[in-house]
């Protein structure tokens, strides 16, 4: 009966209508037809009982000419979902081709591709008609909901591991074993993501897919979602020599292309691999079974009558009877194969040849020639292109070299050149490169330095002062600071549970203890800028900038920054922490940062910027100011922990809380090296009031005022400076420091509140 429903109407008809006249159960064969195997049969019932038009959701890569399983088994498919009431929405995978360096990653080529496969479609008799069928950008899809998308993205590779995405690799058509970018990381999460973003309720893709979309149904588990996508996974074809499938990069006998001449695919079939009496493996069997018999319902073998005449199969299961036997040959089944196969592809070979749009489209990819899979190759970097101009121009602007002004503004100011440079200098630890600063600071009249920091909890001393210190400093050499408000990253790290409510609310809190502690914020000369707020308002700029990083560097080479999240190479790390380095690298040119000015722990990510400008030949790196990162106060902790309070001061310590760390930390007499009490001093006290007073009895050499760390250094290292005299000083500055921020919280109701719902919120690493 089903059958007799689809034979009514050829490939060329219109099939909008016959679902009408079909019962829930052969809506249900139909659909089912499509696919070699099926996740969720009761629920693709419950579906089609339910829903009037089910969506359906297919999608390509735009990679080069298109073989016959793309060109004719995609349309029976489609032709089968509407004829069953299904929407089918088709999705033109520009970005993700770019990201799997097809078509060299040109972005262009890749737009014409698609281009030329839709003609294709068209005139193979693809049901185009009554918007049943829709073909989608993704890049112009995801830029008008952008908001919507990438956080999507970022939660599914949040709750994947790496190795869990690695495992998808399939999907791409690479293994596991390959050298992934870190962009074939990002590539399964938002693919995973399409299916939501497009609220599809089914999925039909090849079985090489099924791993992402099972994927898909996994994730409704981790959010709760009780309505999963229906995975419908089709068969595919086997290459003509009896590969595992088609390959494009071996035109010559592996596949047959839509627009063959006719001598072409004779060649193709009378060369390709077919045993007699063997029908698995077989690749001339599957073209029949899964190409000719859909398409005209029947195949039928030409043979002299000496040999058995003509006979026409109505079913591959008569044919296979026939060919196990040898009453088939195939001598004479392969020329038979090949005038059906060329039946089909008649109305494309003429398509091309009238048609002068489609004919350009057609010389320009097969001019392309197509990109293999060198798990070494890198795509260029962003260009605009076509339908994804819009898209790309703004990132184009995004990487433009940041011009030095010949001017100068040097004859104003009071400082001369030598004098900022030196106190730009002293933010940092290390700076790369101290000539390209001094450049900078002689011919740039305002130079925008970046820094940021995750809401993750309590703010300790490091971040509230030593911050300040050096933002003052930076302002007072004529710099504009950019401080973001890394909640996206925050999130992605898990900081805070990743409840973005909660971030949010750290952050305010940590901005109001700044403007406590004397941060200077006034003049507009420092900028606090929300991460998620800033990306979803040029995310089209964003988001191709990111994408670009990640395909420019190997997932290891990211790997290897895990440190800027706290986390080692050794951490089993989710999707979600590789797409972090991009996010953060990318941030700088996003920001047209000149100086990054971040701590010692976020120095990979700063060389990955410089390293990216190599790759895209941007002459004017950012330059990076790395401080130096304060210990914990406990022996042998390398920086302070938030989720170990007695390692840290926190801003809004009480005064007997913090006497009380000081007393307890780590100060063995007489020695200087990794003793936290003396950083403190150096790096704390001595920058905040340029002296540190110690007080004693007369007893014990009286009181005595140090200027510099050296002259403490020499008196410590002697004895005559003990650690007990030592701590009840450095309280005695900290609690003068901290002062203020304490009065700031007892006055200010709303301080006080972010204060309270802070200190309630457990600390997650």
């Known amino acids: 009966m089903i059958e007799e429903h689809l034979e009514s109407s050829n490939p060329y008809s219109n099939s909008n209508s016959i679902h009408e006249q079909l019962t829930l159960e052969q809506k249900f064969q139909i659909v089912t037809s499509v696919a070699e195997e099926c996740i969720g ?16 959701y297919d999608g390509f890569e735009p990679s080069g000419q298109m073989h016959i399983a793309q060109g004719v088994m995609k349309t029976i498919n489609v032709k089968k979902l509407i004829s069953a009431g299904c929407h089918v929405k088709i999705l033109i995978a520009d970005w993700c081709a770019k990201l799997n360096n097809k078509m060299g990653g040109d972005l262009t080529k890749i737009e014409t591709v698609g281009r030329y496969m839709i003609e294709i479609w068209k005139a193979i008799g693809m049901d185009l008609e009554g918007g049943k069928v829709e073909f989608l950008w993704s890049s112009k899809e995801i830029n008008a909901r952008a908001d919507e998308y990438w956080p999507l993205v970022l939660d599914i590779a949040l709750n994947n591991s790496v190795n869990k995405i690695i495992s998808c690799s399939e999907i ?34 090849g079985m090489d897919q099924r791993k992402v979309n099972v994927l898909a149904r996994e994730y409704c588990d981790n959010i709760k979602r009780t309505s999963k996508p229906i995975i419908l996974s089709h068969y595919m074809l086997p290459g003509l020599q009896g590969q595992d499938k088609m390959s ?20 193709k079939i009378k060369k390709a691999y077919c045993p007699p009496k063997i029908v698995e493996g077989n690749p001339c069997l599957d073209y029949i079974k899964y190409v000719v018999l859909p ?25 296979v009877v026939d060919y196990e036997s040898g009453q088939i040959h195939p001598g004479d089944l392969k020329p038979s194969l090949s005038k059906s196969l060329n039946k089909i592809l008649e109305p494309v070979r003429e398509h091309f040849k009238k048609n002068t749009y489609a004919n350009n489209l057609q010389k320009s990819v097969k001019a392309y020639g197509v990109t293999k899979k060198d798990k070494h190759a890198k795509p260029k970097s962003v260009k605009a292109c076509g339908v994804t101009k819009a898209m790309e121009a703004p990132a184009a602007e995004a990487l433009k070299l940041l011009s030095v002004s010949e001017s100068s503004n040097s004859n104003k100011d009071q400082l001369t050149l030598e004098q900022k440079f030196e106190i730009v200098k002293s933010v940092g630890e290390e700076c790369i490169q101290e000539n390209e600063l001094r450049n900078l600071i002689a011919k740039k009249p305002i130079i925008f330095c970046y820094d940021g920091f995750e809401p993750s909890g309590r703010m ?9 210190l050096n933002v003052n400093k930076l302002i007072s050499a004529d710099c504009r600071v950019k401080i973001w408000i890394a909640d996206w990253f925050a999130k992605l790290n898990n900081k805070m549970g990743g409840d973005l409510g909660k971030i949010e609310t750290v952050g305010r809190y940590m901005i109001e203890i700044w403007k406590a502690i004397g941060m200077d914020l006034g003049g507009g000369k420092v900028e606090f800028l929300w991460s998620s707020k800033e990306i979803n308002a040029r995310a089209d700029e964003y988001w191709p900038l990111v994408l670009d990083i990640a395909s420019n560097n190997s997932l290891n080479r990211i790997i290897r920054c895990s440190q800027i999240m706290g986390r080692s190479e050794k951490d089993e790390l989710t999707a979600a922490q590789i797409i972090y380095p991009c996010m953060q690298c990318a941030d700088i040119f996003f920001l047209k940062a000149d100086i990054c000015q971040l701590g010692m722990d976020q120095r990979k990510v700063n060389v990955l910027a410089r390293e990216y400008c190599d790759v895209i030949k941007r002459k004017n790196k950012p330059i990076i100011l790395s401080h130096h990162m304060l210990p914990g106060l406990q022996e042998g902790q390398e920086k302070m922990s938030k989720s170990d309070p007695s390692s840290s001061i926190f801003m809004d310590d009480e005064e007997a809380a913090v006497h009380e760390k000081i007393q307890k930390a780590f100060c063995p007499p007489k020695i200087v090296e990794q003793n936290p009490c003396l950083e403190y001093i150096q790096y704390i006290v001595l920058p905040w009031f340029n002296e540190f007073t110690v007080e004693r009895g007369a007893d014990n050499g009286g009181n005595k005022t140090f200027k510099s760390f050296e002259e403490l250094v020499v008196d410590y290292e002697s004895g005559e400076l ?16 901290l002062q203020p921020v304490r009065e700031l919280l007892r006055k200010d109701g709303i301080a006080k509140e972010l204060s309270k719902c802070v200190k309630a919120y457990r600390i997650t690493k």
């Open 41 to 56: 049969e009761n629920d693709l019932l419950n579906l089609l009982a339910s829903k009037h038009q089910p969506v359906c």
């Open 172 to 205: 791409m058509g690479r293994i596991e074993k390959d050298e992934l970018t870190a962009a074939q990381i990002i590539y399964p999460c938002m693919q995973c993501a399409d299916i939501f973003f497009h609220k599809v309720d089914i999925c039909q893709l």
């Open 248 to 267: 494009k990069s071996d035109p010559s006998f592996s596949s047959i292309f839509m627009d063959d001449d006719e001598a072409k695919v004779i060649d």
């Open 295 to 319: 398409w005209f319902n029947e195949f039928t073998v030409e043979r002299n009558v000496d040999n058995g005449g003509n006979k026409t199969y109505k079913s591959f299961e008569e044919l």
């Open 460 to 468: 300790h001393i490091a971040q509230g002062i030593m911050k300040t």
């Open 722 to 737: 003990h650690p007990y005299d030592l701590k009840l000083a450095l309280s005695k500055s900290l609690n003068t420091i």
